[in-house]
């Protein structure tokens, strides 16, 4: 089965620092890559996306890149900012068939501090 | 584009008693929703995929008579926790599908059920 494995967290960092969370997946066939962000108390929102191999997402100074060679789409930023705390999930979506669902990482807590 | 809601967004209930959650698709059509829950400090586990006039699709483990899921339109769908117990507190969230074209899951903003 398919299935998302991302660091455990938590992170800490302080503002300006670079951050990488790093995600590996296992899946049948060719999926489509997110990740999702998660503030206190909120639904999740999507950040970014990949749906091809060496395909790079890319949104608000987070990148991606869909590695099919290492099954790995880590996720970094050149300089975090306090208002990047949240938890980021890493996400899978099948190529097809099953409704198109999702199957996620555990989270990873990021904090950053000023 | 593509806003998803919830409600309520939070509700406190007693022991036994059952709640209803909506999740609507407010500027789209959604013939896919998906319902999840989510424990503290844990990820997202996906209990049930309910689809526009069909029975819902439940994950195994997932009590359907407890955790009733009802989508009577293409911009509605409902989960009702039957007989509520304590364990059953948690942050529900919901997604809809937009149907076209990339078939991404936009998510409500959550529903944290406390049942004392």
């Known amino acids: 089965g398919n299935s998302v494995t991302q660091m455990e967290g938590p992170v800490t960092l302080s503002e300006e620092a670079f951050l990488t969370i790093n995600c590996t997946y296992t899946a049948t066939g060719y999926p489509s890559l997110f990740w999702y962000v998660q503030y206190p108390g909120e639904g999740l929102q999507l950040l970014l996306k990949a749906t091809k191999a060496d395909d790079k997402g890319s949104n608000k100074g987070f990148e991606a890149t869909y590695r099919k060679e290492t099954t790995s789409f880590h996720l970094e930023k050149g300089s975090v900012q306090v208002s990047d705390s949240a938890v980021y999930f890493c996400?899978?979506?099948?190529?097809?068939?099953?409704?198109?669902?999702?199957?996620f990482g555990k989270g990873t807590l990021l904090t950053v501090n000023p | 584009g593509a806003v998803v809601s919830q409600h309520p967004s939070r509700v406190i209930c007693k022991s036994g008693t059952s709640v209803k959650i909506e999740c609507r698709s407010l500027?789209?059509?959604?013939?896919?929703m998906f319902w999840y829950r989510q424990f503290p400090k844990q990820s997202l586990m996906l209990m049930a995929t309910s689809n526009e006039g069909s029975k819902a699709t439940y994950e195994q483990g997932v009590e359907k008579d407890k955790f009733l899921i009802n989508h009577a339109s293409l911009t509605l769908s409902t989960l009702t926790v039957t007989s509520a117990h304590p364990e059953d507190s948690s942050f529900y969230i919901c997604?809809?599908?937009?149907?076209?074209?990339?078939?991404?899951?936009?998510f409500g903003p959550g529903t944290r059920l406390t049942v004392t």
């Open positions: 500027d789209f059509q959604a013939t896919t």
């Open positions: 997604s809809a599908r937009w149907d076209r074209g990339t078939y991404e899951q936009y």
């Open positions: 996400a899978l979506r099948d190529s097809g068939g099953s409704n198109y669902k999702l199957t």
